[in-house]
C-alpha cells in the first residue's frame, strides 16, 4: 500500500512539474469556451512559416503597407519604411518611429523590435528573422479584406480587426448606395494620379480609395481604364492623353512633393468634362494610396465629403 502511495505520489510531482514549465494558461471565456494561448507567444502561420510572435507586441519594425493596419489597432510602431513615414497620419502617430529599410539590419537591432512585419520584396528574410520574430506578406496574395484579417492575427487582434471589418463594410454600403441614388447607377469614376510627367490610372485593388469605390460600393470604372489597368493594377498613361480615360467623375491623387503638377493649367486638362463640370475630387497622395485599416476609414470619409457634400 506505501508503494503504491509513494507511486501516485511521484506521478503527481512530474505532472506538476510538467504544467510550471508549460507556458500555456487556458482560461475559460464567456461563451464557455476554453481560449488556450501562449503566455509569452502565439504561433501565427505564415508563407514563410509558422512564426512564434508576441501575444502583446509593444515595439514593431514595419517594413512596407501595414502600419495603418497597426495603428487602428493601437499597436506601437517604432519603425517603418520611408513611405509610411511620408504618410502625415502614421508621422503624427508614431513621431519616435525611425525610417528604415529591409536592409538597415544594424539600425533595426538598435530600435530592439519584438516583430517585424513585411512585404516579400525584403532582401534577406533569414537577417530579419535573426532579429526578432519575422512575419512576411505577398502583395495582392490576398484580398484587402482577408489582408487585414491576417495582420490581425499576426499581432493578436483577430477578433478586433474582425469587428472593424464587419463595421467598415457595413458603412461602405451605406455611403456607397447613397452615392449610387445621386450620381446614377450607370456614372463612371475614375481613379489616377499623377507622377514625373506621367499620370497613372488604378485599376479596382491598388490603393488610392479603388477597393472602395469599385468593390465595396460596386460603383463602375471606364471601360477604357478596365481595358488597361484592371489585368496590371495599374497603367501609367502621357499626361495630354488623360481625357480619353477619364469618366463621368475623376478622383485625382495629386503628389506634389517633388512632382510636377503644371498639367492642371494646362487647356488639354480644363477642357476634360469632368473638370468643367467640377466633378473632380482632389486627394492627398502622400496619405491616400495606402491601403490600410486606417487609410480605408480616411478614403470612406473622403469619398462621402465630395460625393455627398458631408
Known sequence: MRKWL???????MVILSACGNDDTKTKETSDGKDDTKKSGTISYKSENGTVKVPADPKRVVVLSLFVGDLMEMDVNVVGMDSWSKDNPDFAKKYPDAEVVASTDYEKIIELDPDL???????????KLQEIAPTVIFTYGALNYIDQRIEVGKVINKEKEMNAWVKDFQ?????????????????????VAGNSDKQIYLFGD?????????YQEMGLNMPKAVKDVAIEPGYFGISEEVLGDYVGDYLVLNLVKKGQDTSFMDSTWYNNIPAVKDKKVFYAEGSAFYFADAHSFDKQLDFFEKSFLGK
Open 6 to 12: 509513494l507511486f501516485i505520489v511521484a506521478a503527481l
Open 116 to 126: 517585424i512585419i513585411g512585404s516579400n520584396d525584403v532582401e534577406d528574410v533569414k
Open 170 to 190: 457595413a458603412r461602405s454600403k451605406v455611403v456607397g448606395d447613397k452615392i449610387k441614388a445621386k450620381i446614377g447607377e450607370d456614372a463612371t469614376i475614375t
Open 205 to 213: 485593388s491598388w490603393g488610392r480609395g479603388t477597393e472602395i469605390l
